[in-house]
């Protein structure tokens, strides 16, 4: 009879906050959760949740991170777990960033099976991802459109050997402060 594996997820505390307990719970057997040293509260509802976990579930400090430190964490952790557990054990990332895909295909292909568990993105995200992709749309239209426009200015070719025409061009310009 097969028995289904189990499976560990892995995540920060920002990630945890925005995911709906009943889905965690229902696809993750053991869960890690890296938390920065400077993160001074955990919300009660949350702290509620997690108990219901009992020993499945893992706080992991870290001291002195910034930004996304934090998925270097995510990363050692699996690495330190994959030598020590059993094959047949899951491993989930619970996080929308494409940054993981690489490491997931690479735990994939050393005979484990991995995954990135996205979560829903809150409105927030949608609205700030939707403006960044504008702001990227017109700055890549704008700079095509200005190597379009622009044509080479044959004042400002020159034979880049030759260092006695950037010489004179520049003794030119500067004659005002020729010596006296």
Known sequence: ???PNQRYVFT???????????KLEKIADKLFI?????EESIPS????????????????????I????????????????HQKINLDVEFGVLSNKRSFDSLINFINKSGRYCLRIKRKRTKKEKKRSKRKKRTEESAFNSNKEDMLL????????????????????TARDHSAFKPV
Do not use: H
């Open 12 to 22: 920060n505390f920002e990630n945890l906050k925005k995911v709906k307990f009943k």
């Open 45 to 64: 509802q949350l702290v509620f949740q997690m108990q219901k976990l009992g020993k499945n579930v893992k706080w992991v400090k870290v001291e002195n």
């Open 150 to 169: 622009k044509e080479p200015n044959p004042s400002n070719l020159r034979d880049p050997f030759d260092n006695n025409s950037r010489i004179e061009k």
């Open 34 to 38: 890296i938390i920065g040293s400077k």
């Open 1 to 3: 009879m097969n028995t």
């Open 66 to 81: 910034r930004g996304g430190d934090l998925n270097y964490c995510i990363a050692f952790l699996m690495g330190k777990l």
